[in-house]
T-cell receptor, first 111, second 114 residues
Framework: GEDVEQSLFLSVREGDSSVINCTYT??????LYWYKQEPGAGLQLLTY?????DMKQDQRLTVLLNKKDKHLSLRIADTQTGDSAIYFC???????????FGGGTRLMVKP | DTEVTQTPKHLVMGMTNKKSLKCEQH?????MYWYKQKAKKPPELMFV???????INESVPSRFSPECPNSSLLNLHLHALQPEDSALYLC?????????????FGPGTRLTVT
């Protein structure tokens, strides 16, 4: 079955860049998503990338996809304290609408 | 507007109670979802409705009963729950069914079963 892995925790200083990594096993993964969840809140869709793309940039966010290694990363430039949250990567294939989530990475931003 | 709303925000219920969670979206989305999320875990899919018909039930116990009265509304009826059912219940919607349609989540209902 599909498996999506993320490191549990990342701590950075305000103003630095954050890089959150994700690996997946399903070679048919076509759509890869990044969601942000603040404490006590729902999931906010941040960005997504299709498997035919290598990179996508959206303001402070840069998504890199290495399809060969099945590795996805989310880079947040100029990280702010408001970026402190749990970040989930998720994948789905053309075959169905079910998202497979990683375990989430807790990002802590220190002032 | 990418808003999905959920009510109530918090719910405390006893094991013999009957209650309902509500979810609403006005984005014209035709697929709606219920997820359950335990603390420090990713969301787990419970049900998927597509065009107001139940298309996926992830072997959820019958004490959870979903209902889709129309394309904008999704309910989750709760009866005879157990304390281990305490969790954050998230609703989501997407334009269609299939991996290419991104899902938008509501803020969730924090459920505590006593």
């Amino acid at each position: 079955g599909e498996d999506v892995e993320q490191s549990l925790f990342l701590s950075v200083r305000e103003g630095d860049s954050s890089v959150i990594n994700c690996t997946y096993t399903d070679s048919s993964s076509t759509y890869l998503y990044w969601y942000k969840q603040e404490p006590g809140a729902g999931l906010q869709l941040l960005t997504y990338i299709f498997s035919n793309m290598d990179m996508k940039q959206d303001q402070r966010l840069t998504v890199l996809l290495n399809k060969k290694d099945k590795h996805l990363s989310l880079r947040i430039a100029d990280t702010q304290t408001g970026d402190s949250a749990i970040y989930f990567c998720a994948e789905s294939s053309n075959a169905g609408n079910m998202l497979t989530f990683g375990g989430g990475t807790r990002l802590m931003v220190k002032p | 507007d990418t808003e999905v709303t959920q009510t109530p925000k918090h719910l405390v219920m006893g094991m013999t109670n009957k209650k309902s969670l509500k979810c609403e979206q006005h984005m014209g989305h035709r697929a709606m979802y219920w997820y359950k999320q335990k603390a420090k875990k990713p969301p787990e899919l419970m049900f998927v409705y597509s065009y107001e018909k139940l298309s996926i039930n992830e072997s959820v116990p019958s004490r959870f009963s979903p209902e889709c009265p129309n394309s904008s509304l999704l309910n989750l009826h709760l009866h005879a729950l157990q304390p281990e059912d305490s969790a954050l219940y998230l609703c989501a919607s997407s334009q269609g069914v299939g991996g290419s349609y991104e899902q938008y989540f509501g803020p969730g209902t924090r459920l505590t079963v006593t």
